[in-house]
């Protein structure tokens, strides 16, 4: 009840393609939906959030599409970079809450 | 400026030591947590304090014990190390959710730990 799968665990994508990472998860209690990116050797770090009353956040060329009746989230990065070689981690939360459920990671990797 | 450090980086100990994390926020948050990240990039929460006091304490050996001085710090001492201690260790800091906002975490760089 308290899981979020992600997939894929790894990604490979050509500069300027689209990269695609799948979460879902069980507790329909969740109402918080934050990505994380992860680069080698670094923390975490906050890319962008959605809450389940709205199917859709887009900040620059990255968007969050929300599924709330198939219980999935999914994370596009629109024209892909080399800078965008990181690991990605979806994570879900109760709003009032403080614990953060992390998804298991995938690791892009966008060649030129 | 740092908005989330841990000293140190790296730590390399044998088994059966006793070593300390420190971690502070320069962020005016609430809330801190310690993560532990394993070596196939599992992140799992231990603990979480907000304004020194336990939040969160997930099932993590009592050889853990996070210790808040002031909601600025919170540091991580591990006792009798073992093997499977070996991982990257990640302090976070947030304003809570107690505050009624969301659950914005800021991660440090973490303190790769290795014990041989």
């Known amino acids: 009840q308290q899981q979020v799968k992600q997939s894929p665990q790894s990604l490979i994508v050509q500069k300027g393609g689209i990269s695609i990472i799948n979460c879902a998860y069980e507790n329909t209690a969740f109402d918080y939906f934050p990505w994380y990116q992860q680069f080698p050797g670094k923390g975490p770090a906050l890319l962008i959030a959605?809450?389940?009353?709205?199917s859709e956040k887009k900040e620059g060329r990255f968007t969050i599409s929300f599924n709330k009746s198939a219980k999935q989230f999914s994370l596009h990065i629109m024209d892909s970079q080399p800078g965008d070689s990181a690991t990605y981690f979806c994570a879900a939360s109760f709003y009032n809450t403080d614990k953060l459920i992390f998804g298991t990671g995938t690791r892009l990797q966008v060649f030129p | 400026d740092t908005a989330v450090s841990q000293t140190p980086k790296y730590l390399v100990t044998q088994m059966g030591n006793d070593k300390s994390i420190k971690c502070e926020q320069n962020?005016?948050?609430?809330?801190m947590y310690w993560y532990k990240q394993d070596s196939k990039k599992f992140l799992k929460i231990m603990f979480s304090y907000n304004n020194k006091e336990l939040i969160i304490n997930e099932t993590v050996p009592n050889r853990f014990s996070p210790k808040s001085p002031d909601k600025a710090h919170l540091n991580l001492h591990i006792n009798s190390l073992e093997l499977g201690d070996s991982a990257v260790y990640f302090c976070?800091?947030?304003?809570?959710?107690?505050?009624?906002?969301?659950?914005?975490?800021?991660f440090g760089p973490g303190t790769r730990l290795t014990v041989t």
């Open positions: 976070a800091s947030s304003q809570g959710s107690l505050a009624g906002r969301p659950n914005e975490q800021y």
């Open positions: 962020l005016g948050h609430d809330t």
């Open positions: 959605i809450r389940p009353d709205v």
